[in-house]
């Protein structure tokens, strides 16, 4: 299905194509959390900075309507050429299994392509209402630009006969047409005796298993992982390669075959990699790798890419079982890989976050743990991964703001952490189970002042099994106690509507592109600047002497504005509002005189003949 339509676009966005803007760098955002290392930082961001993202120049330019919640992290790539015009696309997937195409910069949409019937959440249980009302697309998918081929997992509904599917989809970035040899089922089975087995055989479970993670594309394959919906199984946690050319499986990996559970959730964040092994963090389940055998449960895993997706370490904390008993997942964070180090961390529900060394992981101990360094992090619980940057004050830094707590930034300094955060936000988020804040992070390399957090979280309420409002907030990433801006400093413009958990915005090109369950990918940006316009000054009329306080009424006033009555320069100006100035008259010679107003990017407006100095009688 191809069409053309436009978004919901805001007047002012009119002007904002007219508006020259700084030059900037070509950047795609083509993977969860933007790289394989799963970072959450855009490094080329030379637009937005700490001094405009603000509440008179920051906020919504437009809202792309799509057809169901948006689960998945937006995804963009610059240049793309469509009908042979060349556009910067963001690809917004839903859970009624509907692909979108729009065009970056001005909301058209491009194409809409729509894999087939979702499933309804009551298929899972009648009580399952985690993800409702319907479970399509929910891992965020990923683009290989190099063969303009978008890679997802799409869950569905054969409603003629009642049965469940899988499939990996392989579109065509330019068009949405499937590429050749897609879709595949996605179909595996292990030898093994555990939960749902038969004949000693464990075969995946389209109806139970759910896609989660966001898809990895390594070495010219696609990974995929699979944990649960809620512990409504039978289930297990698994791991499938595929060929990216080809879309053959190529490899199988279960997490308990001779057990149950051990899910790989993550929170969405993507399943981590370096140049030739995945890593990942599983949930509660059965765990005896540290007597031969092949459970995982609550651990750190990783897998031989090489070898088929074998073992070739792994690390499990010595309190293991106390966590499985008390349904704290290690693995409802995910984890990421430090920059220039061999070191991965994460965090699970337990709010614990844990540095782990990739070349010798540590395994098991039932007396110690063999990682390198574990502290409490947050009071709440870690339900989607920390992001990174080599910050120029502060340097290498993690931030995480689990649920009813602060945004937190937390120093890495000779290969370990400061365990007391080196800077924090002045305020604490919703409390709730699933209201762990969902971030990225922008910025021009190292450069200072371009540093920004970028918080989507719960407004208010608890979005565990059910919907709230959301909240975007931006921080300075060099001190989290400012507070740039945020969606409800100007309600009518700027709202977020209904909370997307665990969704990171997207931030590329000078734009910040946020999901929602709103049934609308939002579209945030440099405002236009206002039309700069005098309407009245008041009172009218005062002596020469001056000392008179008078108001402007205008529009597009900015902070810094000066004025002037007749050319001399008025005291005492400030800026009330954008609409409105106090000021008091200089002195000036009789008569009637003009008013000017000047801003300080050099936009001036004068109302004629707008005040008249009387002498004194």
Not at 144 to 172: E, F, G, M, R, W
Not at 302 to 313: A, R
């Amino acid at each position: 299905m191809r069409r053309v339509a436009y978004c919901a676009i805001v007047l002012f966005f009119l002007l904002h194509s007219l508006t020259p803007f700084p030059a900037q760098a070509q950047v795609s955002v083509t993977t969860h959390h933007n790289d394989v290392s799963r970072t959450g930082q855009n490094l080329n961001e030379t637009v937005l900075n700490t001094s405009n993202v603000n509440l008179n120049q920051f906020g919504k330019l437009f809202a792309c309507p799509v057809d169901g919640q948006i689960y998945a992290q937006p995804l963009y790539v610059a240049q793309v050429t469509i009908s042979s015009t060349t556009h910067n696309v963001v690809y917004v997937a839903t859970e009624n299994n509907s692909v979108y195409a729009f065009d970056a910069d001005n909301g058209t949409q491009l194409w809409h392509v729509n894999l087939g019937t979702p499933v309804p959440s009551s298929n899972i249980s009648s009580t399952y209402k985690d993800l409702t009302p319907v479970i399509g697309i929910t891992g965020t998918p990923v683009i290989d630009p190099a063969s303009s081929t978008l890679y997802l997992v799409a869950k569905t509904k054969d409603t003629s006969n009642n049965t469940y599917h899988q499939n990996l989809h392989a579109l065509d970035i330019t068009t949405g047409v499937e590429k050749p040899g897609s879709p595949v089922e996605i179909t595996a089975s292990v030898s093994g005796s555990g939960s749902g087995s038969s004949g000693g055989t464990i075969a995946f479970q389209p109806l139970y298993q759910l896609n989660r993670p966001g898809l990895l594309l390594l070495n010219g394959m696609i990974y995929i992982a699979f944990g649960s919906h809620g512990d409504i199984g039978p289930y297990h946690g698994w791991v499938l390669g595929y060929n990216a050319s080809t879309l053959e499986q190529t490899a199988v990996f279960n997490s308990t075959p001779n057990g149950s559970e051990a899910a790989i959730w993550q929170g969405g964040q993507g399943l981590v990699a370096d140049a030739a092994n995945i890593y990942f963090m599983t949930g509660n389940g059965s765990f005896d790798a540290n007597t031969g055998g092949t459970g995982y449960g609550n651990s750190v895993v990783k897998l031989g890419t090489l070898t088929g997706l074998s073992v070739s370490d792994y690390f499990t904390p010595d309190n293991q079982g106390a966590l499985n008993q008390s349904d704290l997942d290690l693995g409802s964070g995910g984890p990421i890989l430090l920059p220039e180090t061999t070191s991965i961390v994460g965090g699970g529900k337990d709010g614990i976050l844990r540095l782990i060394d990739t070349a010798g992981m540590g395994e098991y101990n039932s007396v110690f743990d063999a990682d390198l360094q574990e502290f409490q992090a947050t009071s709440g619980k870690i339900m989607i991964g920390p992001i990174y940057w080599n910050s120029p004050k502060n340097g290498p830094v993690l931030y995480l703001w689990g649920p009813g707590d602060y945004l937190k930034a937390f120093e890495f300094l000779n290969g370990s952490f400061q365990t007391t955060p080196i800077s924090q936000s002045s305020m604490i988020s919703p409390s709730g189970n699933s209201n762990a804040a969902a971030l990225s992070l922008s910025a021009n390399a190292s450069t200072s002042g371009t540093g920004i957090v970028w918080a989507s979280v719960s407004y208010s309420g608890d979005s565990n099994q059910q919907t709230v409002p959301g909240i975007l907030r931006a921080f300075d990433a060099t001190n989290l106690t400012t507070e740039l801006w945020d969606s409800k400093q100007n309600v009518a413009r700027d709202d977020v509507g209904n909370y997307a958990k665990f969704a990171p915005p997207t931030i590329a090109s000078g734009k910040v592109y946020l999901a929602t369950f709103s049934n609308q990918l939002l579209v945030y940006g440099l405002l236009p600047p206002p039309v700069l316009s005098l309407i009245s000054v008041s009172p009218t009329s005062g002596r020469t002497a001056g000392g008179t306080a008078v108001t402007i009424k205008g529009n597009g006033f900015q902070s810094g504005a000066t004025v002037a009555f007749g050319g001399n320069a008025a005291t005492n100006v400030n800026v009330v509002s954008t609409t409105s100035i106090a000021a008091t008259t200089p002195p000036h010679a009789a008569g009637t005189v003009n008013v000017t107003v000047t801003n300080p990017n050099g936009q001036s407006a004068t109302l004629l003949k707008a005040y008249t100095y009387k002498k004194r009688k």
